[in-house]
């Protein structure tokens, strides 16, 4: 059985609800004293608050969109892609940037995508609370901030179309593999460079405070919200290699008049 379309309007609408519940879990468990953190299989940190927020979130698909897959980091999901249903699914990042959380540094987010049958995501939501900001978009609607609880603003991407011109977001040097030489290279050659990492770097792109960020390992739930703001917002998004959307393991977002060059150069000596 196949899905119906959509109103992404209100799948957006709850999504902001959904991201308002995460926010008062968060916030309420930053920089608090006992905060619970245990070390997860793959040896990244996970907390309460990441437990909690996620299953806050589910609840609300259970009730409101009760047809729907869930895929969150926390608990797991079935793989939509071997799933013949049919059907959308939400991928969740409860929050993304926990190693920051845990240290209190306040650049984390929750991630909150929709993704239709066929794997594209068609609304996004990313809070980050400690921030004061909010970006959210649906397809064909544009993407938009909310800054310190102002009204929405519709975001753009710039139209810096150089790469010695550019302003480069990226998260660290650890996963480059073969490709490490070439994203050194590329610090050398853009502009300027910054290692923010994780959902802002892809944020500022979606403003236009940025032109690219890439990271070279992540999951889906790391990107999908990512993927259609940046995309609302003018901009491209894909993995290193290229490939279109949040489904190949690392990403890249940018203005999109930089997206070639930029793959072209990081690829080089692979």
Partial sequence: MTSQPRELLADLALAHKMADAADLITLSRFQSNDLIIETKPDTTPVTDADKATEKKIREFISKDRPEDLVIGE????PD???DTSGKYYWVIDPIDGTKNFVRGIPVWATLIGLVSPDHKVVAGVVSSPALARRWSAAEGHGAFISANGSSPQRIQVSAVSKLEDAQLMYSDLIGWGSRKSAMLELQEKVWRTRGIGDFWSHMLVAEGAADIAVEPVLAVWDMAALDIIVREAG????????APGPHGRSGVSSNGKLHSAFLEALNESK
Avoid: K, Q, T
């Fill in 74 to 77: 926390e608990f797991g999901a």
């Fill in 235 to 242: 901009g491209s998004f894909s993995n290193i290699d290229g």
């Fill in 80 to 82: 939509p892609a071997s």
